[in-house]
């Protein structure tokens, strides 16, 4: 089985963040399956978007996980 891969640009077009917030995101692990090849990120193609700290969602996600 061969992954498809991603640019950071690419998954800020799908996710409706820009390049830099998901550059940051993979740099802090919160992608996963985000690997560096030289100075680009690449992401696997089925990987959903990490949820955001500040949404009511991922508030409650937490309460669920502690």
Do not use: F, H
Request: glycine residues 10%; hydrophobic residues 35%.
């Amino acid at each position: 089985m061969q992954l498809e891969w991603i640019t950071a640009k690419e998954a800020g077009e799908r996710w409706g963040i820009t390049t830099r917030q998901v550059q940051s995101l993979c740099q802090q692990g919160k992608i996963d399956g985000a690997a560096r090849l030289g100075n680009a990120w690449v992401i696997p193609k089925d990987t959903p978007k990490p949820l955001d700290g500040r949404t009511l969602a991922a508030k409650e996600s937490k309460k669920k996980d502690a």
